[in-house]
Nanobody, 119 residues
Framework: QDQLVESGGGSVQAGGSLRLSCATYGFPHRDVCMGWFRQAPGEERALIASISSRFLIKYSDSAKGRFTISRDNAQNTLFLQMNNLQDEDTAMYYC?????????????WGQGTQVTVSS
C-alpha cells in the first residue's frame, strides 16, 4: 500500500528556513511525479512544487525563488527547502504521489506537516 510520511515542519520566525522531507513506501518512487501541496485555514489545497522522474521541476508563483524541491530516488525521499519564509506561508504542507509522471494529477497524499511562520 502506498504511504507517504512528511516531517520537518515547525514554527519559525519570518525570514527563517525549514526543510521538509517526505519518505515514501510501497511504490516505485523513481517512476512517478512527486509534488508538494499546502493548505492554509479556509483555503483549498494547492500545488506549490512538482518534480518528475526526469527532474523536470515546476513551482507556483508563491514558491518560485524561495522554495526548492528535490528528490533522492535511492532513498525514496522527497524534499522541500523553504527559505525566507513569510507569514503567508503558514499552512499544512503535504507531499503527494503523482498518478503518473506527467504531474497532471496526484493520487495519494501524506498526513501533512504543519508550518507556522510568525513575524
Amino acid at each position: 500500500q502506498d504511504q507517504l510520511v512528511e516531517s520537518g515542519g515547525g514554527s519559525v520566525q519570518a525570514g527563517g528556513s525549514l526543510r521538509l522531507s517526505c519518505a515514501t513506501y510501497g511504490f516505485p518512487h523513481r517512476d512517478v511525479c512527486m509534488g508538494w501541496f499546502r493548505q492554509a485555514p479556509g483555503e483549498e489545497r494547492a500545488l506549490i512544487a512538482s518534480i518528475s522522474s526526469r527532474f523536470l521541476i515546476k513551482y507556483s508563483d508563491s514558491a518560485k525563488g524561495r522554495f526548492t524541491i528535490s528528490r533522492d530516488n535511492a532513498q525514496n525521499t522527497l524534499f522541500l527547502q523553504m527559505n525566507n519564509l513569510q507569514d503567508e506561508d503558514t499552512a499544512m504542507y503535504y507531499c503527494a504521489r503523482g498518478s503518473d509522471d506527467s504531474c497532471g494529477a496526484f493520487a495519494v497524499w501524506g498526513q501533512g506537516t504543519q508550518v507556522t511562520v510568525s513575524s
